[in-house]
């Protein structure tokens, strides 16, 4: 089985370019049996929904996403709250926040469980004090979470209800006994997070994810981890546990992996990854 991963389309920043169109094209140049995104299609909760269907249109495989955090903003519909946006992507049943799904081609089964995740300050350096961490800001810049996400009010509360979640799905009877690929946006492993000596980063990896995702995942038959969320595209091995950041991000961030050009047919290319099973 052949599964094609890729996480921060972000479709709006990146609307100069047919990101979802060569996103589908690299799938099937794959010849991939299912797409998973990672999250952070665009930020407004319609906008993603509706290039779920798009992109569902263009691809020859099952299409499996979670929302991002810039997927769950109401930037643009200040007066959705943020629970109400994450019940909107629940009842998408391409969402896996809707449950988990098994993938059968018939000589392979796994399944796939997921969650937009949360972050609890884990990944932060030391030395900073909750007060802080609450507050999201350093230094004269905010989170941006901080302005659009209800759910920033208590952060490592979000982290818990995330983490239940997850444990739900990955006790459900259909899984159990099953191989698990889970799908957050945010880091369940430091690995990914930006060098703290990178200035401000000390900090704000604090809103990256947290090692309590990873201590769930110890505790299932979980093999495989996707997330997105830090723009990176990186592999890891923790646990036992491959970790893959697929990440496009911003066309702006697209010069630094210093590819051979910046179009985005190579970076689109570039961030795919595949795992095969
Ligand atoms: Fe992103």
Same mark, same amino acid.
């Given at each position: 089985?052949?599964?094609?991963?890729?996480?921060?389309?972000?479709?709006?920043?990146?609307?100069?370019?047919?990101?979802l169109?060569l996103?589908?094209?690299? @799938?099937?140049?794959?010849?991939?049996?299912? $797409?998973?995104?990672?999250?952070?299609?665009?930020e *407004?909760?319609?906008? *993603?929904?509706?290039a779920?269907?798009?992109?569902? /249109?263009?691809?020859?495989?099952?299409? &499996?996403?979670?929302?991002?955090?810039h !997927?769950?903003?109401?930037?643009?519909?200040?007066?959705?709250? *943020?629970?109400?946006?994450?019940?909107a992507?629940?009842?998408?049943?391409?969402?896996?926040?809707?449950?988990?799904?098994?993938?059968? #081609?018939?000589?392979?089964?796994?399944?796939?469980?997921? #969650?937009?995740?949360w972050? !609890?300050?884990?990944?932060?350096?030391?030395?900073?004090?909750?007060?802080?961490? #609450?507050?999201?800001?350093?230094? =004269?810049?905010?989170?941006?979470?901080?302005?659009?996400?209800?759910?920033?009010k208590?952060?490592? =509360?979000?982290m818990?209800?995330?983490?239940?979640?997850? %444990?739900?799905?990955?006790?459900?009877?259909?899984?159990?006994g099953?191989?698990?690929?889970?799908?957050?946006?945010? $880091?369940?492993? +430091?690995?990914?997070?930006?060098?703290?000596?990178?200035? /401000?980063?000390g900090?704000?990896?604090?809103? $990256?994810?947290?090692?309590?995702?990873?201590?769930? &995942?110890?505790?299932?038959?979980?093999?495989? @981890?996707?997330?997105?969320?830090?723009?990176? +595209?990186?592999?890891?091995v923790?646990?036992?546990?491959?970790?893959?950041?697929?990440?496009? =991000? &911003?066309? *702006?961030?697209?010069?630094?992996?210093?590819l051979?050009?910046?179009?985005?047919?190579?970076?689109? %290319?570039?961030?795919?990854?595949?795992?095969?099973?």
């Amino acid at each position: 089985m052949r599964i094609a991963l890729i996480s921060d389309l972000h479709i709006d920043i990146n609307e100069d370019y047919p990101v979802l169109a060569l996103t589908a094209e690299e @799938a099937r140049a794959r010849r991939a049996d299912v $797409l998973v995104v990672a999250g952070d299609i665009s930020e *407004t909760p319609e906008r *993603t929904l509706a290039a779920v269907e798009a992109l569902k /249109g263009m691809l020859d495989c099952p299409l &499996y996403y979670v929302p991002g955090n810039h !997927d769950m903003w109401n930037k643009n519909c200040p007066s959705r709250r *943020t629970e109400e946006i994450f019940a909107a992507y629940q009842a998408d049943e391409s969402c896996l926040l809707h449950g988990p799904v098994v993938l059968d #081609d018939g000589r392979k089964k796994i399944a796939l469980a997921g #969650d937009v995740g949360w972050f !609890d300050y884990s990944f932060a350096a030391e030395g900073f004090s909750r007060e802080a961490l #609450d507050g999201m800001a350093f230094e =004269g810049r905010t989170w941006q979470d901080h302005f659009f996400n209800d759910w920033t009010k208590d952060n490592p =509360g979000q982290m818990q209800k995330s983490l239940c979640r997850l %444990r739900r799905q990955l006790e459900n009877p259909a899984v159990k006994g099953l191989p698990v690929m889970a799908v957050t946006h945010m $880091l369940p492993v +430091r690995d990914f997070c930006v060098p703290e000596d990178v200035h /401000g980063w000390g900090f704000f990896n604090a809103f $990256l994810g947290g090692s309590a995702l990873q201590d769930l &995942y110890r505790s299932y038959p979980v093999r495989w @981890a996707v997330c997105g969320h830090v723009h990176y +595209r990186s592999q890891a091995v923790r646990d036992g546990i491959t970790h893959y950041c697929p990440c496009l =991000g &911003y066309h *702006t961030e697209w010069p630094l992996y210093e590819l051979e050009n910046n179009e985005a047919q190579t970076q689109i %290319r570039n961030a795919m990854q595949l795992l095969e099973v």
